[in-house]
């Protein structure tokens, strides 16, 4: 008898309980590449940015790179 398998479908969905661990923030000069901290508190992460604008007046473009936590909740088998 050969083997059989079983699809399972999978949700991926935010991680909200009391235990999951915090969402951090950091910002990046898109102008020349240089990232700031990364902080669970957004606005101490955000501060970087100006500090880093103050040295360099022409680097005026950032990204935000948030982490969030994520987990896998199991579905029915197919």
């Not at 360099?56 to 197919?78: A, E, K």
Request: charged share 25%; with cysteine.
């Amino acid at each position: 008898m050969g083997t059989r398998y079983r699809f399972r479908n999978w949700t991926l969905t935010p991680k909200r309980e009391a235990e999951a661990e915090p969402v951090k923030v950091a910002y990046e000069c898109a102008d020349c590449g240089e990232m700031g901290p990364t902080d669970e508190n957004a606005e101490a992460a955000q501060a970087w940015t100006f500090d880093h604008l103050r040295e360099n007046p022409r680097h005026v473009n950032c990204r935000q790179h948030s982490v969030l936590p994520y987990t896998m909740i199991p579905g029915d088998f197919q």
